[in-house]
T-cell receptor, first 110, second 114 residues
């Protein structure tokens, strides 16, 4: 079983739709969680950190469920520019090395 | 505002050839990393350097060596390239170690081994 698992998609949604991605992790001791965005053939860039209480940044909301060991990303009012691959990243407590999920691909269509 | 700079951006090698990927960051970060990304997959850690003078193996270190030349520079060397090493390589840096700090990536180096 992979340490970090994501639904690869692709998710194809119309502009204005709400879409949610989930990511599960196997190491219950994991402490830090992030969502990165990667555009086609580009480097990953931090989208947002995920805090225990949940956090929101404009149209994006991230949630953490430690009991079920998953994190989620909700995108409201999707824009064409949201089309990208979204990578879930989990950091363990001791090794300090990030583990990346394989990514979920989102395509927003007019 | 360079951030993380990798060279070369593209390289084609024949099996058995050697090469070094260079990475430099101008953000005064302590930690640096080398990842590889294969098609349709996430990033896998090859080696990392938590601070100047230290290096450690990541998830997929076989066939690679690294050098943390100074605080700014972290190079990745393929001594005898194999087709399985065809991939996109990303260098990254972070201020406080990736456990709590944001990772900043270079633009990637696309390597093909024939």
């Amino acid at each position: 079983r992979k340490e970090v698992e994501q639904d690869p998609g692709p998710f194809n949604v119309p502009e204005g739709a709400t879409v949610a991605f989930n990511c599960t992790y196997s190491n219950s001791a994991s402490q830090s969680f992030f969502w990165y965005r990667q555009d086609c053939r580009k480097e990953p860039k931090l989208l947002m950190s995920v805090y225990s209480s949940g956090n929101e940044d404009g149209r994006f909301t991230a949630q953490l469920n430690r009991a079920s060991q998953y994190i989620s990303l909700l995108i409201r009012d999707s824009k064409l520019s949201d089309s990208a691959t979204y990578l879930c990243v989990v950091n363990p407590t001791n090794a300090g090395k990030s583990t990346f999920g394989d990514g979920t691909t989102l395509t927003v269509k007019p | 505002n360079a951030g993380v700079t990798q060279t070369p951006k593209f390289q084609v090698l024949k099996t058995g050839q050697s090469m070094t990927l260079q990475c430099a960051q101008d953000m005064n970060h302590n930690s640096m990393y080398w990842y590889r990304q294969d098609p349709g997959m996430g990033l896998r850690l090859i080696y990392y350097s938590a601070s100047e003078g230290t290096t450690d193996k990541g998830e997929v270190p076989n066939g690679y060596n690294v050098s943390r030349l100074n605080k700014r520079e972290f190079s990745l060397r393929l001594e005898s390239a194999a087709p399985s090493q065809t991939s996109v390589y990303f260098c990254a840096s972070s201020e406080r170690g990736d456990r709590t700090g944001e990772l900043f990536f270079g633009e990637g180096s696309r390597l093909t081994v024939l």
